[in-house]
């Protein structure tokens, strides 16, 4: 990866602080950041410079036959007004289209195109690469374990929020 990852390494600073001292928060935060950095500096070089980081909201969303952007909101856990305004720009660029919903003469389903199909196959082989650099870094082991902790802690979050909202 580029030189982005250094800004994560553990240093002391001259102030004194420490990069130990970041919360759990901060540090998933942190690490969000320098892989979503990385991986849209690679779009960019893949012939992908117009995919911004919202986009991700829509892809990874979106079903095979088309969603409502209701649907997708709630699924990305954004406002269906953000989901609009990203679904607005990736359809200006041709990475999807609006058509009607077969079902529901009101709705309109989003519907990637063949450049947003396209598009797509870049960014999994892209975060393919990506995956395949993290293993070789940490070992299998230790980045399925990840896996497995991120979910039992979104699993949690999850819970808390169902509580707070009965």
Do not use: C
């Not at 849209?40 to 012939?47: K, L, Y």
């Amino acid at each position: 990866m580029t030189d982005t990852t250094t800004n994560a390494q553990s240093t002391t600073q001259a102030d004194g602080w420490e990069a130990e001292q970041r919360s759990l928060s901060g540090l998933l935060t942190l690490t969000q950041r320098v892989v979503n950095g990385e991986f849209h500096r690679r779009m960019d070089a893949a012939g992908y410079p117009d995919i911004r980081p919202g986009a991700g909201k829509v892809f990874e969303h979106i079903g095979s036959e088309g969603s409502t952007i209701a649907t997708m909101a709630l699924r990305a856990g954004v406002t269906s007004q953000a989901m609009v305004q990203i679904v607005d720009y990736l359809e200006r660029r041709n990475y999807v289209r609006r058509v009607a919903d077969p079902h529901d003469r009101r709705a309109k389903l989003i519907q990637i195109t063949e450049r947003g199909q396209s598009m797509r196959g870049t960014a999994a082989r892209i975060l393919q690469e990506m995956e395949t650099e993290f293993s070789t870094a940490i070992g299998d082991a230790r980045l399925h374990e990840l896996r497995l902790v991120l979910q039992e802690m979104l699993n949690v979050v999850a819970a808390h929020e169902a509580l707070d909202r009965q």
